[in-house]
Nanobody, 119 residues
Framework: VQLVESGGGLVQAGGSLTLSCAAS????????MGWFRQAPGKQRELVAR????????NYADSVKGRFTISRDNAKNLMYLQMNNLKPEDTAMYYC?????????????WGQGTQVTVPS
């Protein structure tokens, strides 16, 4: 599975951005996709996640009500709509896909896209 993110940039506080992730390769084996972020000096954290089958979503508490994750399975695309952005949202955002085989979970990562919200 190969993942390519796009859509990052610099936006003022209170603004919006939409990140996109294009998946290719063995996409039929993906059972969940998500967005993670990592700020300088901090650990990578889950932002939002969506399952393939039931389309269930979950979000980090810090982004609930502001961010929305969605997928277009037919086009192998995933999006993260980010509204009311805050300086603390500044980070490198990574697309993640998970597959599983024989009870082992495999994680795939994109190269990341930078989101900067000046304070």
């Amino acid at each position: 599975v190969q993942l390519v993110e796009s859509g990052g940039g610099l936006v003022q506080a209170g603004g919006s951005l939409t990140l996109s992730c294009a998946a290719s390769g063995s996409t039929t084996s993906i059972n969940a996709m998500g967005w993670f972020r990592q700020a300088p000096g901090k650990q990578r954290e889950l932002v939002a996640r969506v399952t393939t089958g039931g389309g269930r979503t979950n979000y980090a508490d810090s982004v609930k009500g502001r961010f929305t994750i969605s997928r277009d399975n037919a086009k192998n695309l995933m999006y993260l709509q980010m509204n009311n952005l805050k300086p603390e949202d500044t980070a490198m955002y990574y697309c993640n896909a998970q597959t599983a085989w024989a009870s082992i979970t495999y994680n795939y990562w994109g190269q990341g896209t930078q989101v900067t919200v000046p304070s």
